[in-house]
Protein backbone atom coordinates (compact mmCIF):
# COMPACT_ATOMS: atom_id res chain seq x y z
CA UNK A 1 0.00 0.00 0.00
CA UNK A 2 0.84 3.40 0.05
CA UNK A 3 3.83 4.59 2.19
CA UNK A 4 3.98 8.33 1.25
CA UNK A 5 5.34 9.44 4.50
CA UNK A 6 8.50 7.25 4.43
CA UNK A 7 12.18 8.32 3.56
CA UNK A 8 12.95 6.52 0.07
CA UNK A 9 15.18 2.81 0.77
CA UNK A 10 18.33 3.05 -0.69
CA UNK A 11 20.16 0.41 -2.75
CA UNK A 12 23.48 0.99 -3.38
CA UNK A 13 25.02 -1.51 -6.30
CA UNK A 14 28.35 -2.06 -8.07
CA UNK A 15 28.41 -1.22 -11.57
CA UNK A 16 28.33 -4.01 -14.26
CA UNK A 17 26.47 -6.36 -11.38
CA UNK A 18 22.48 -7.11 -11.02
CA UNK A 19 20.57 -4.73 -9.26
CA UNK A 20 17.28 -6.42 -7.39
CA UNK A 21 14.41 -4.13 -6.21
CA UNK A 22 11.79 -5.66 -4.29
CA UNK A 23 8.32 -4.27 -3.48
CA UNK A 24 5.29 -5.36 -1.62
CA UNK A 25 1.76 -5.12 -2.80
CA UNK A 26 -0.99 -4.57 -0.19
CA UNK A 27 -4.11 -5.38 -2.45
CA UNK A 28 -5.52 -8.94 -3.17
CA UNK A 29 -7.91 -7.33 -6.07
CA UNK A 30 -4.57 -5.87 -7.96
CA UNK A 31 -4.03 -8.25 -11.04
CA UNK A 32 -1.83 -5.42 -12.95
CA UNK A 33 1.32 -4.00 -11.51
CA UNK A 34 4.14 -1.77 -13.07
CA UNK A 35 7.39 -0.64 -12.66
CA UNK A 36 8.59 3.72 -13.17
CA UNK A 37 11.87 4.83 -13.20
CA UNK A 38 11.77 8.58 -11.94
CA UNK A 39 15.25 10.45 -12.27
CA UNK A 40 15.73 13.65 -10.59
CA UNK A 41 13.10 16.26 -10.67
CA UNK A 42 11.27 14.61 -13.33
CA UNK A 43 7.69 12.49 -13.95
CA UNK A 44 8.34 8.79 -13.35
CA UNK A 45 9.01 6.61 -16.82
CA UNK A 46 7.45 3.33 -17.46
CA UNK A 47 10.01 0.23 -17.57
CA UNK A 48 8.07 -3.06 -17.59
CA UNK A 49 4.86 -3.90 -16.48
CA UNK A 50 3.18 -7.91 -15.73
CA UNK A 51 -0.58 -9.67 -15.65
CA UNK A 52 -1.24 -10.97 -12.64
CA UNK A 53 -1.70 -14.29 -14.81
CA UNK A 54 1.98 -14.10 -14.92
CA UNK A 55 4.62 -14.73 -12.87
CA UNK A 56 7.63 -13.72 -14.75
CA UNK A 57 8.46 -11.34 -17.54
CA UNK A 58 11.55 -10.08 -19.21
CA UNK A 59 12.18 -6.59 -21.14
CA UNK A 60 15.70 -5.28 -22.19
CA UNK A 61 18.02 -5.73 -19.00
CA UNK A 62 15.19 -6.24 -16.73
CA UNK A 63 13.01 -8.32 -15.17
CA UNK A 64 10.32 -8.78 -13.75
CA UNK A 65 9.06 -11.28 -11.18
CA UNK A 66 5.62 -11.44 -9.30
CA UNK A 67 4.81 -14.13 -6.12
CA UNK A 68 0.85 -13.54 -6.05
CA UNK A 69 0.82 -15.85 -3.01
CA UNK A 70 3.09 -13.37 -0.65
CA UNK A 71 2.01 -10.55 -2.28
CA UNK A 72 5.77 -9.89 -3.69
CA UNK A 73 7.07 -8.26 -6.63
CA UNK A 74 10.72 -7.70 -8.25
CA UNK A 75 12.69 -5.80 -10.58
CA UNK A 76 15.94 -6.88 -11.83
CA UNK A 77 18.35 -5.23 -13.62
CA UNK A 78 21.23 -6.91 -15.06
CA UNK A 79 24.76 -5.08 -15.91
CA UNK A 80 23.22 -2.15 -14.14
CA UNK A 81 25.30 0.88 -15.72
CA UNK A 82 25.40 4.67 -14.36
CA UNK A 83 22.12 5.54 -16.04
CA UNK A 84 20.03 3.30 -13.80
CA UNK A 85 20.76 5.85 -11.33
CA UNK A 86 17.23 6.84 -10.08
CA UNK A 87 14.38 6.17 -7.83
CA UNK A 88 11.89 2.92 -8.90
CA UNK A 89 8.71 2.49 -7.70
CA UNK A 90 6.00 -0.23 -8.18
CA UNK A 91 2.56 0.17 -8.77
CA UNK A 92 -0.71 -1.72 -8.34
CA UNK A 93 -3.64 -1.47 -10.01
CA UNK A 94 -6.57 -2.84 -7.90
CA UNK A 95 -9.44 -0.98 -10.21
CA UNK A 96 -9.29 -0.20 -13.47
CA UNK A 97 -9.18 3.29 -12.74
CA UNK A 98 -6.84 3.25 -9.64
CA UNK A 99 -2.85 3.00 -9.38
CA UNK A 100 -1.82 3.11 -6.01
CA UNK A 101 2.53 3.01 -5.66
CA UNK A 102 4.71 1.68 -3.27
CA UNK A 103 7.08 4.03 -1.36
CA UNK A 104 10.17 3.54 -4.03
CA UNK A 105 13.74 2.58 -4.12
CA UNK A 106 16.55 4.61 -4.54
CA UNK A 107 19.01 2.97 -6.85
CA UNK A 108 22.66 4.17 -6.46
CA UNK A 109 25.53 2.81 -8.61
CA UNK A 110 29.67 2.63 -7.12
CA UNK A 111 31.84 3.11 -10.17
CA UNK B 1 0.77 9.76 -30.62
CA UNK B 2 -0.70 10.84 -27.10
CA UNK B 3 0.85 13.84 -25.32
CA UNK B 4 0.44 15.35 -21.84
CA UNK B 5 1.17 18.67 -21.07
CA UNK B 6 1.48 20.27 -17.31
CA UNK B 7 2.39 23.45 -16.11
CA UNK B 8 3.94 25.78 -15.07
CA UNK B 9 7.17 23.59 -14.44
CA UNK B 10 8.24 25.21 -11.07
CA UNK B 11 5.51 27.78 -9.17
CA UNK B 12 6.61 29.61 -5.60
CA UNK B 13 3.44 30.93 -3.70
CA UNK B 14 2.96 32.76 -0.73
CA UNK B 15 0.75 31.10 1.85
CA UNK B 16 -2.57 31.72 1.64
CA UNK B 17 -2.57 32.47 -1.99
CA UNK B 18 -4.80 30.62 -4.57
CA UNK B 19 -3.30 27.93 -6.65
CA UNK B 20 -4.29 26.74 -10.10
CA UNK B 21 -2.13 23.95 -11.78
CA UNK B 22 -3.64 22.96 -15.35
CA UNK B 23 -2.86 19.73 -17.01
CA UNK B 24 -4.08 18.40 -20.59
CA UNK B 25 -3.78 15.19 -22.54
CA UNK B 26 -3.31 15.29 -26.71
CA UNK B 27 -4.60 12.25 -28.89
CA UNK B 28 -6.48 10.22 -26.99
CA UNK B 29 -10.25 10.36 -25.60
CA UNK B 30 -12.06 9.47 -22.20
CA UNK B 31 -8.59 9.01 -20.70
CA UNK B 32 -8.80 8.96 -17.10
CA UNK B 33 -6.75 11.41 -15.05
CA UNK B 34 -4.70 11.82 -12.17
CA UNK B 35 -2.97 14.01 -9.68
CA UNK B 36 -0.20 13.14 -7.26
CA UNK B 37 2.09 14.78 -4.75
CA UNK B 38 5.19 13.95 -3.78
CA UNK B 39 7.54 15.45 -0.85
CA UNK B 40 11.19 15.89 -1.01
CA UNK B 41 12.54 11.96 -1.12
CA UNK B 42 9.34 10.55 -0.50
CA UNK B 43 6.69 8.34 -2.48
CA UNK B 44 3.92 9.18 -4.72
CA UNK B 45 0.48 10.59 -3.07
CA UNK B 46 -2.42 9.77 -4.86
CA UNK B 47 -4.57 13.08 -4.45
CA UNK B 48 -7.29 12.58 -7.16
CA UNK B 49 -8.65 10.55 -10.39
CA UNK B 50 -11.23 11.21 -12.86
CA UNK B 51 -12.72 9.13 -15.45
CA UNK B 52 -15.21 11.49 -17.01
CA UNK B 53 -15.70 14.89 -17.23
CA UNK B 54 -16.90 16.59 -14.25
CA UNK B 55 -16.28 13.22 -12.51
CA UNK B 56 -13.23 13.74 -9.34
CA UNK B 57 -12.58 11.06 -6.94
CA UNK B 58 -10.88 12.60 -4.16
CA UNK B 59 -7.97 10.18 -2.15
CA UNK B 60 -6.76 12.80 0.87
CA UNK B 61 -9.08 15.52 2.18
CA UNK B 62 -7.49 18.62 2.72
CA UNK B 63 -7.38 22.43 1.09
CA UNK B 64 -7.28 20.89 -2.20
CA UNK B 65 -9.85 20.03 -5.37
CA UNK B 66 -9.31 19.27 -8.86
CA UNK B 67 -12.01 19.97 -11.45
CA UNK B 68 -12.41 18.28 -14.86
CA UNK B 69 -13.60 21.11 -17.39
CA UNK B 70 -13.58 19.16 -20.58
CA UNK B 71 -12.47 15.74 -21.57
CA UNK B 72 -8.52 16.50 -21.49
CA UNK B 73 -8.47 19.04 -18.90
CA UNK B 74 -7.66 18.28 -15.68
CA UNK B 75 -6.94 21.38 -12.82
CA UNK B 76 -5.78 21.21 -9.47
CA UNK B 77 -7.01 24.30 -7.38
CA UNK B 78 -6.90 25.51 -3.93
CA UNK B 79 -8.26 28.23 -2.36
CA UNK B 80 -5.24 29.07 0.13
CA UNK B 81 -1.92 27.30 0.18
CA UNK B 82 -0.74 25.72 3.30
CA UNK B 83 3.05 25.64 4.15
CA UNK B 84 2.46 21.34 3.53
CA UNK B 85 1.13 21.88 0.14
CA UNK B 86 4.82 22.22 -0.98
CA UNK B 87 5.94 19.19 -3.34
CA UNK B 88 5.92 17.69 -6.37
CA UNK B 89 2.55 17.55 -8.33
CA UNK B 90 2.29 14.93 -11.00
CA UNK B 91 -0.75 14.73 -13.47
CA UNK B 92 -0.76 11.43 -15.48
CA UNK B 93 -3.21 9.91 -17.83
CA UNK B 94 -4.29 6.30 -18.75
CA UNK B 95 -6.88 4.37 -20.35
CA UNK B 96 -10.16 3.36 -19.10
CA UNK B 97 -8.13 -0.38 -19.02
CA UNK B 98 -5.77 -2.17 -16.53
CA UNK B 99 -3.29 -0.30 -18.39
CA UNK B 100 0.21 1.85 -17.47
CA UNK B 101 -0.16 5.79 -16.02
CA UNK B 102 1.91 7.82 -18.59
CA UNK B 103 3.28 10.90 -16.48
CA UNK B 104 3.61 14.93 -17.31
CA UNK B 105 6.87 16.71 -16.37
CA UNK B 106 5.69 17.91 -13.00
CA UNK B 107 5.18 20.85 -11.51
CA UNK B 108 7.57 21.67 -8.39
CA UNK B 109 5.46 24.04 -6.16
CA UNK B 110 7.17 25.98 -3.13
CA UNK B 111 4.79 27.47 -0.64
CA UNK B 112 6.89 30.05 1.58
Known amino acids: GESVGLHLPTLSVQEGDNSIINCAYSNSASDYFIWYKQESGKGPQFIID?????DKRQGQRVTVLLNKTVKHLSLQIAATQPGDSAVYFCAENPSASKIIFGSGTRLSIRP | SQTIHQWPATLVQPVGSPLSLECTVEGTSNPNLYWYRQAAGRGLQLLFY??????ISSEVPQNLSASRPQDRQFILSSKKLLLSDSGFYLCAWKTDRREKLFFGSGTQLSVL
Open chain 1, 50 to 54: IRSNM
Open chain 2, 50 to 55: SVGIGQ
